[in-house]
């Protein structure tokens, strides 16, 4: 589930903005509103935009965001169904999930580079049409192996909307007080999907079939498009990123390894050469980031960046966070409908509390955040993530629904506490013009823990209750023993946001901070002669 992209720093007061682009000097009219906006970016520095056109921009990023959030969370419930119909494994359904985010989590960066380079607009239009476009086909797959491949498509598609969209509101708002505010909206539609998504997903798989949770994105994409193509100005970054193929192809080697690796080692051995095989390609791909990076100029990941420990925390805390989040989705749904044997609209109803609390405390994280920093919302979030595996691998929760629910509220609040400081620590520190790949790099953490905690979840639970009759299922009688291990990795995870939140946000880490800024960019440090020109 992808998570809200994070709000990049304000401009200095008195600087023009480098990522506005420029329009023609005219008042935009309505007749010729798209084809002025077409033409912002080419010429002089134009005037703000009207608010009412404001308000269009944000409310078409917005539904981008939405139905790529939805996606994942409306799936969820849809996966038991998938498995009947489809006829497939466990490691079939962590498929579905696993290559969505894997592929958003490989292409986020690029597609934000690409963006600057050649056009938001242009790559928004185009991220709208494929992630529709793969929605209607993975309606219609007749297999797992061409649902896996559509979903990719989507996947394409959505790593080309959420970061570009971001860029779209902070480039449409320049006033930071308007900007924060559409932000907090923009972001605040990921705990709506979350919320919804549960009930939404229940009522369609119950009421029409598990393909008709893609059928939603269909409308609703149509629609951001003709509103794009209506209303959004192209804009280009003053300066663009170099693209980085070679770091770009080693971070999808080590990443699509590494999950290949975890969700078929259960049915082909851990030891086995095929899975040997894949993972010596993980670490080769990764050894080969760590020699290749550092020699170029603009590298896709400046592994300079991690001698900041609030940054390395940040990268830490949401592979943790997210990987919680995904293998807690995965491991809940499996139990609800196949162990209670619930319809999919009552398991929908059961994550609700989850939902909702996360929902309601993601807004208190953030003011925790600007007034006392992250240190109180990240020890919020690690002790009630752990607390609750360790309600279930310890109480046996599920076995109580007070226990049971107690265990879901508990983790809504983990989650909801968790994201807004995982962005405050990402770009801490950080000058100007690095901010944004910093936040890039933790929204890319956030995919791959999410790929990984369904990955490594769904290995536990294959490895520990496999079915005697059918391999590469689960046997429902030994679910509940099977999931102990998976809910002491919960809990350790959660025990690891609290010890890393804690390390990474005190005195020493901003000092770390401070002194990695001034390596990386010294002009922008005050009192240098760069910050003073």
Request: glycine share 12%.
């Amino acid at each position: 589930m992808p998570a809200p992209q994070p709000t990049p720093p304000p401009e200095p007061p008195g600087k023009p903005s480098q990522e506005r682009s420029p329009g023609p000097s005219q008042e935009l009219s309505k007749k010729s509103g798209r084809e002025d906006g077409r033409e912002r970016g080419r010429e002089g520095a134009g005037p703000e935009l009207d608010r009412h056109r404001q308000l269009v921009i944000l409310g078409t990023c917005c539904m981008s965001l939405l139905i790529v959030s939805l996606d994942n969370t409306v799936l969820n419930v849809a996966l038991p169904s998938i498995q009947r119909d489809l006829h497939t494994t466990v490691a079939g359904i962590q498929w579905t999930i696993d290559a969505y985010t894997l592929v958003i989590a490989s292409l986020l960066m690029l597609a934000g580079s690409t963006a600057d380079r050649i056009g938001r607009r242009r790559v928004f239009k185009t991220g709208l049409v494929i992630f529709t476009l793969g929605s209607l086909l993975s309606s219609l797959a007749p297999s797992l192996e061409l649902l896996v491949v559509f979903r990719m498509l989507q996947a394409i598609g959505g790593s080309m909307l959420n970061p570009v969209a971001l860029s779209i509101v902070t480039n449409t708002f320049t006033d930071p007080r308007e900007r924060a505010r559409a932000i907090g909206l923009w972001g605040a539609v990921v705990g709506v999907s979350m919320a919804a998504g549960p009930l939404i997903g229940g009522v369609l798989v119950e009421t029409v079939g598990w393909r008709a949770i893609f059928w939603i994105n269909i409308p609703v994409g149509i629609t951001a498009y003709v509103l794009t193509r209506r209303y959004v100005p192209e804009s280009r970054a003053a300066k663009p990123r170099r693209v980085d193929p070679v770091g770009q192809l080693l971070v999808m080697a080590a990443l699509g390894s590494l999950t290949y690796a975890i969700i078929e080692a259960p049915t082909s051995g851990w030891t086995s050469p095929l899975i040997l095989t894949f993972a010596g390609v993980a670490v080769c791909a990764v050894t080969g980031l760590v020699l290749y990076e550092p020699r170029r100029s603009e590298p896709l990941i400046d592994l300079r960046f991690f001698r900041s420990a609030p940054f390395s925390g940040a990268t830490v805390i949401a592979v943790c966070a997210f990987g919680a989040l995904g293998g807690f989705l995965f491991m809940n749904t499996l139990y609800l409908q196949n162990v209670r044997d619930l319809s999919a609209l009552d398991a929908g109803l059961y994550i609700l509390p989850m939902a909702a609390l996360s929902l309601v405390c993601a807004p208190l994280s953030g003011r925790l955040v600007g007034a006392r920093g992250p240190r109180v919302p990240l020890a919020v979030a690690g002790t009630a993530l752990g607390a609750s595996g360790l309600m279930f691998a310890l109480l046996e929760a599920e076995t109580h629904l007070g226990l049971l629910f107690t265990g879901y509220v508990l983790f809504g609040i983990g989650f909801g506490m968790v994201n807004a400081p995982i962005t405050n620590t990402a770009v801490a520190g950080m000058p100007l013009s690095q901010a944004g790949v910093a936040a890039a790099v933790a929204s890319t953490s956030r995919q791959i823990g999410q790929t990984l905690g369904v990955a490594v979840i769904g290995a536990v639970l294959a490895a520990g209750a496999a079915s005697p009759t059918r391999r590469g299922t689960i046997d429902n009688a030994a679910f509940a023993d099977a999931s102990r291990p998976a809910w002491w990795i919960i809990a350790g995870l959660g025990g690891c946001v609290l010890a890393v939140g804690v390390l990474t946000s005190g005195e020493w880490a901003r000092g770390t901070a401070r002194r990695n800024a001034a390596r990386l960019e010294p002009s922008a440090l005050p009192g240098s002669s760069g910050a003073q020109a």
